[in-house]
C-alpha cells in the first residue's frame, strides 16, 4: 500500500491537518495489516437513541464535536481543551472546520488485542478497514497530555515508544485521528461486541449495521476481584461494583444497565469500568500479536 496517496474528496481542513503532521513525522512505515479500532460502550445513548441506532440511522461514526457525547473527558466545544489541543497538533487546520469535519478519534490496534487498542473507552469496538490508515495520524501518547510525537501511515516512531513506556495498561495506547470521516458501509470492517452482548437488544441492533459482526472472550471480573484491586480507582467504586454486581459478578452489559437505570454517576461507573478493563480482561487482551477475531454473521 502506497500510503502517499491521500484519498480524493477530502475536505480542505483534512488535507491541511494531514500535510501538517506529515511534516513533523518521521520513521519506518506501518505494516499495512494494522488496523485502527474505535472502543465504545455498545448500550450507551447518543443524540437521545441507543448508539448502535443512531448508527443505522446516520451511517457514519461522528466525533464528540457533533455527539455531544464520550467515554473520556467531553470538552469538544469551543474553547474547550479539545479544541486547543486540535489547533495545535493540527497546525490551525480545523480551527473554523465545521464540527463534521473534524477527525473522529481511535487508536492503532499494534499489539493486535481482540479487545480492541483503547479498552479504556469502551468493551467493544469497530475495526476500520486498511485504506483509513492513508488518511490518519497518530500521536503518543493520548493528545490530552500535551504530546511531541506523531506519525502517520507513511512514518511511525510511535510503535516503538509505546512499547518502550512503562505506562499503565490502559493509558498505553497510539491514539489516532481519522481524517475525512467514518462512513459505516465504507470505512468499517467489523463490529466486535464484548460477550456479555449475547442475546441482548444489542446484538439485535448490532445485525442490523452494513458489516459484519464479531465476537470477543468478555470481560468478567468477581466482587471479590473488584475488591482485591480497590486502591486502582478507589474503594468508593468497589463498594459501587459490589452493589450492581449480579450473582457476584461484574461485566460490561451490568455496567451498561446501571447507567442507563439513571441510578448512578456516570463518572462514577466509569471508574468501575477501568477497573473491570484492567484486571478483568480476556485472554488476548494486552498481548502482543493477538490475532483478531474471525467474524461470525
Known sequence: MDFRLRPPGLPRSARRALE??????????????????????????????????SLARDGAYHSQFVTGTS?????????GDRTRWESRIFGGAYDDADPAERPVYGALDFRRQVVGAAPRFGSSHLRLRGAVLARATFCY????????????????????????????????YVEAHVHGGVL?????EALV??????????????????FPL????????TVTGLRRHADYRGPQ???????????????????????RSGRYDLQALKMVWHTLARFGAPQGAGTARTPPPEPIR
Open 20 to 53: 501538517h503532521v506529515t511534516g513533523t513525522a518521521s520513521g519506518p512505515p506501518l505494516d499495512p495489516d494494522l488496523r485502527i479500532t474505535l472502543n465504545f460502550h455498545p448500550d450507551r445513548t447518543s443524540g437521545g437513541l441507543p448508539i448502535l441506532e
Open 214 to 221: 464479531a465476537w470477543h472472550p468478555g470481560y468478567r471480573l
Open 141 to 172: 501518547p493520548d493528545s490530552s497530555t500535551g504530546p511531541g510525537d506523531f506519525g502517520v501511515a507513511g512514518a511511525m516512531p510511535l510503535i516503538a515508544l509505546a512499547e518502550a513506556d512503562r505506562q499503565d495498561a490502559l493509558n498505553d
Open 184 to 188: 459505516l458501509g465504507r470505512d468499517v
Open 193 to 210: 461486541l464484548d460477550a456479555s452482548y449475547r442475546g441482548t437488544p444489542v446484538e439485535t441492533a448490532s445485525r442490523r449495521l452494513p
Open 71 to 79: 467515554n473520556g473527558g467531553l470538552t469538544a466545544h469551543p474553547g
Open 237 to 259: 467504586y468497589a463498594d459501587l461494583g459490589a452493589r450492581i454486581a449480579e450473582r457476584g459478578l461484574v461485566t460490561p452489559r451490568v455496567i451498561g444497565d446501571a447507567a
